[in-house]
């Protein structure tokens, strides 16, 4: 259960808890962005010794392919909060737990595997949450290249912003990732009340 210092982790739970979409991005410059749903889907309050989340990135034209899934335990160490992040064995049988809860259900611990190093670090200034991947051995095989993910977020009630970009090892030149900046989303639905406080 949540701990009783834990304004912070709760804020930042009730924040994230929802269906993101870029729509006005997108649609403001097709060429550049697609339209992307981001999902963030509060676990089953048993699945782990706190908060749990269950994420899914998705083209809006093919909303039961998504192209990223992973799970996250919400850690809270002093002022800051600790995302550990997680892949999911056989991940297509979750397919669609974004937005479709009975799914959701069907997911169990034995199901993912910690991704050591990738964890994101998040801290609270105002009315923002700023997130950081830790450190540069968060390592991504793309393109027959090894990469590191550098990957920055910015949160608010509303809004998510996102920025990843994978660097070659060797050459800390980009190798994958955006280079139109970051895709800023709104949310467009509030999971909030599935949280467990």
Not at 81 to 94: G, R, W
Not at 128 to 139: I, P
Not at 152 to 178: A, K
Request: glycine share 6%; proline share 4%.
């Amino acid at each position: 259960m949540i701990n009783n210092n834990s304004d912070l982790l709760i804020t930042l739970a009730r924040w994230i808890a929802g269906e993101f979409s870029n729509k006005k991005q997108c649609f403001a410059d097709p060429k550049l962005f697609a339209h992307i749903h981001v999902f963030f889907r509060p676990l089953p309050e048993n699945f782990f010794d706190g908060i749990g989340f269950y994420s899914e990135q998705v083209y809006d034209y093919n909303m039961w392919t998504p192209y990223r899934q992973g799970v996250h335990k919400f850690v809270q160490q002093d002022d800051k909060i600790y995302v550990e992040n997680y892949s999911l064995n056989d991940a297509m049988l979750y397919a669609g737990s974004g937005h479709n809860r009975s799914i959701l259900q069907t997911i169990k611990p034995k199901a993912i595997e910690r991704r050591y190093n990738c964890s994101m670090i998040f801290s609270k200034k105002n009315d923002t949450f700023f997130g950081r991947v830790e450190g540069n051995k968060c390592l991504i095989p793309k393109k027959d290249k090894l990469t590191y993910l550098i990957s920055e977020v910015e949160l608010t009630e509303e809004t998510f912003v996102s920025l990843d970009r994978g660097m070659d090892i060797n050459t800390n030149q980009q190798v994958w990732g955006s280079t139109e900046g970051p895709l800023r989303f709104e949310k467009i639905q509030n999971f909030a009340d599935e949280l467990p406080f």
